[in-house]
Nanobody, 115 residues
Framework: QVQLKESGGGSVQTGESLSLFCAST???????MGWYRQAPGKQREFVAN??????ITYADSVKGRFTVSRPSGSTIRLQMTNLRLEDTAIYYC???????????WGQGTQVTVSS
C-alpha cells in the first residue's frame, strides 16, 4: 500500500525559513509530486509541484520564496523562505502516478507563522 508521509512542519516567525519533506512508502516513483495547503476556513490550494523529469510549477503567491525539489522519484522537498503570516496552513503532499491515474495524499503537516 502506498502512503505519503510529510515531515518538517513547525512554528516560525515572519521572515524565517522552514523545509518540508515528503516520502513515499510503497510503490513508486511518482510522475508528479506536489504540495498543497489548507488554511483554517479556506479550501485546499495548490502550492507547487514537480514532475519526475523536472518540470516545476509554483503558485504565484509563493514564487521567489518557495523552492521545490525531487531528491528521488518518491520524495519531494519544499524549502520555504521569507515566510508570511498568510503561509500558515496545513501542508499536504500529493503524489500522482499515471497509467492508470492514481492520486495519493499525505496526512498533512502544520506550518504556523507568527509575528
Amino acid at each position: 500500500q502506498v502512503q505519503l508521509k510529510e515531515s518538517g512542519g513547525g512554528s516560525v516567525q515572519t521572515g524565517e525559513s522552514l523545509s518540508l519533506f515528503c516520502a513515499s512508502t510503497g510503490r513508486g516513483p511518482f510522475d508528479i509530486m506536489g504540495w498543497y495547503r489548507q488554511a483554517p476556513g479556506k479550501q485546499r490550494e495548490f502550492v507547487a509541484n514537480a514532475t519526475y523529469y523536472g518540470t516545476i510549477t509554483y503558485a504565484d503567491s509563493v514564487k521567489g520564496r518557495f523552492t521545490v525539489s525531487r531528491p528521488s522519484g518518491s520524495t519531494i522537498r519544499l524549502q520555504m523562505t521569507n515566510l508570511r503570516l498568510e503561509d500558515t496552513a496545513i501542508y499536504y503532499c500529493k503524489g500522482h502516478q499515471f497509467g492508470p491515474s492514481t492520486i495519493y495524499w499525505g496526512q498533512g503537516t502544520q506550518v504556523t507563522v507568527s509575528s
